[in-house]
């Protein structure tokens, strides 16, 4: 017998093997039929609400709102998101029921529910913007491995995300920026972040060797080179560097007869010793750094052009100290608390005198400001350091207004000391105050992100 012959039947089988809940009223809105489902969903039996209306299963809640009910007031197909008193989440789509003629017979509809589907997207929600946290906090981490610190500015995370990316690639970095912005800092964290970190780290300032020796420094010498050199010859810093990282500081300062032996070394990677006829082949890294405007001095015909480009292959220029006063209040921190640990002591800044600290140019950049935080803990005889003991007076002026300043400086203990007592009772404790300031503190601070 074709099923097409026995259409009850058909029917009967759809209704039954139906993914959605089907539910089904006269034009009065009269409950004619609704799947054994409806239990599931609604927490009443499917028997129980035959012949009752809806409008009234609506009053009571069970139907919130009735999709039908609305149907058969619009005379419009409607469909909408339907949660019920057990908690289940449904999508709910319901037709009129029109006869030929455009008369009114009822309203179908169809419910299926998404609980699980809306759970699991909530759940993927959140679990992405866990992975989010987390990628945070394995950055965070990375450059703490890494011996970068925390920075808000956005020129120095520029520096941050090239450094890391080019620790992992062997290729040849020129590290810019004024002299003591910290260019050896970040020329260590590359080679310790590398395939190479198990090997020498050799630092080569070219403006602190005399010219007559740089070459034989570099490169090495055989024995009767010149008149007193050693018996036996000796290594060249490229080859002390080995299967580790070279780092040509001042490059500026090479001699141009020296800038083309480098360009030779760069191109052919070996060099040969002052004296000798071998070529010696290299694996190192080779770092360089300048204080200097490269391409300046190229146009004054001062450094070798070709050569530039040899070395220019990934630059990072790090900004001085004053175009970046965000890392001022960290690194005072950071300094004091190695000294401190340095020379066994307890000593730290008040908020006016790190104020002070922060609005200064300091045109030596790092290594000035660590010379002066050094000094100043050393010499200083109280434990907190005012302006007073140093004879120094505040200035006024400067880019930021003294309360921004101070905020500035509350963050960074704040989000420090929350680290070492991360709730509000432990840091209100540390502190001495309240902890309904230190809650505040803490979602002004810490939980801001």
């Not at 009767?224 to 990282?245: C, I, L, V």
């Not at 220019?312 to 608390?337: G, H, Q, S, T």
């Amino acid at each position: 017998m074709s099923l097409l012959k026995s259409p009850e039947l058909l029917v009967e089988h759809i209704i039954n093997h139906s993914f959605d809940e089907i539910f089904v009223t006269d034009a009065s809105g009269n409950v004619l039929f609704a799947s054994s489902s409806f239990k599931n969903l609604f927490g009443i039996q499917a028997e129980e609400i035959i012949n009752q209306n809806v409008f009234v299963l609506e009053e009571k809640g069970i139907l919130s709102p009735s999709v039908t009910g609305k149907v058969l007031k619009t005379k419009n197909r409607e469909t909408i998101i339907q949660e019920t008193r057990l908690g289940r989440k449904l999508v709910v789509s319901a037709y009129p029921v029109v006869g030929p003629n455009g008369e009114m017979h009822g309203a179908l509809s169809f419910s299926r529910d998404i609980t699980e589907l809306d759970y699991l997207k909530r759940t993927n929600e959140q679990v992405a913007k866990t992975i989010q946290l987390y990628e945070k906090e394995l950055e965070i981490m990375r450059n703490k491995q890494n011996h970068l610190r925390p920075t808000k500015n956005k020129k120095m995370e520029q520096v941050y995300n090239i450094v890391n990316k080019v620790s992992t690639l062997d290729v040849t970095v020129l590290l810019e920026g004024e002299s003591g912005v910290g260019k050896n800092h970040f020329a260590q964290i590359i080679h310790q972040t590398s395939d190479r970190k198990e090997h020498p780290f050799i630092e080569v300032n070219c403006g602190a060797i005399p010219e007559s020796l740089i070459e034989s420094e570099l490169f090495g010498y055989e024995e009767g080179a010149f008149t007193g050199a050693k018996k036996g010859g000796r290594k060249g810093y490229f080859e002390s560097a080995a299967k580790g990282t070279i780092f040509l500081d001042e490059i500026a300062e090479l001699p141009i007869n020296l800038q083309v032996k480098l360009l030779s070394v760069l191109q052919n990677r070996s060099i040969q010793r002052v004296g000798g006829n071998s070529k010696i082949n290299l694996d190192c890294r080779i770092i360089c750094a300048s204080n200097q405007d490269l391409q300046s001095l190229i146009k004054q015909k001062k450094f070798r052009e070709d050569l530039y480009y040899r070395i220019n292959v990934i630059k990072v220029f790090i900004p001085p100290l004053r175009e970046r006063r965000e890392d001022i209040a960290p690194l005072v921190y950071d300094l004091a608390e190695e000294f401190n640990e340095k020379y066994r002591m307890n000593k730290q800044f008040t908020p006016q005198m790190m104020t002070w600290i922060c609005r200064q140019e300091w045109p030596g950049n790092i290594r000035e400001l660590r010379n002066f935080i050094e000094r100043t803990l050393i010499t200083s005889n109280n434990n907190h350091i005012d302006l007073d003991q140093i004879g120094i007076d505040l200035p006024l002026g400067g880019e930021l207004t003294l309360d921004q300043y101070m905020e500035m400086i509350e963050e960074e203990l704040i989000v420090r000391m929350y680290k070492k007592f991360p709730s509000s009772v432990k840091l209100a404790k540390r502190l001495g105050i309240s902890q309904s300031k230190a809650n505040r503190k803490i979602n002004k601070y810490v939980k801001k992100a």
